[in-house]
Nanobody, 124 residues
Framework: QVQLVESGGGLVQAGGSLRLSCAAS????????MGWFRQAPGKEREFVAA????????YYADSVKGRFTISRDNAKNTVYLQMNSLKPEDTAVYYC?????????????????WGQGTQVTVSS
């Protein structure tokens, strides 16, 4: 069982930056692939970024490529999402998730554990 707690969301102007953190419980954090998803009002939850168990492999949605960076610190049981050059269309609740597949996965159905989400609002 893994419990995930996101933090770092907030209100920011377009062009600004935020760093989201996701703290995981349990001693097996390093065996999970991790991902970030987001869900805007009235829309499906969509993939944002993912990282493999070692941090060596990452994958991004086209909409955030070059602006967002996912990373992890296995010693701290934490995964991060650095978001730069934010746009109003990035506004959503952001969720982190853990997958037992250990490799990078992009489908939400391949993730086993989810956090409660953190709100990111980008004003124009």
């Amino acid at each position: 069982q893994v419990q995930l707690v996101e933090s770092g969301g907030g209100l920011v102007q377009a062009g600004g930056s935020l760093r989201l953190s996701c703290a995981a419980s349990g001693r097996t954090f390093s065996s999970y692939a991790m991902g970030w998803f987001r869900q805007a009002p009235g829309k499906e939850r969509e993939f944002v970024a993912a990282i493999g168990w070692s941090g060596g492999n990452t994958y991004y949605a086209d909409s955030v490529k070059g602006r967002f960076t996912i990373s992890r610190d296995n010693a701290k049981n934490t995964v991060y999402l650095q978001m730069n050059s934010l746009k109003p269309e990035d506004t959503a609740v952001y969720y982190c998730a853990a997958s037992t597949t250990i490799n990078v996965v992009t489908s939400r159905y391949q993730y086993d554990y989810w956090g409660q989400g953190t709100q990111v609002t980008v004003s124009s």
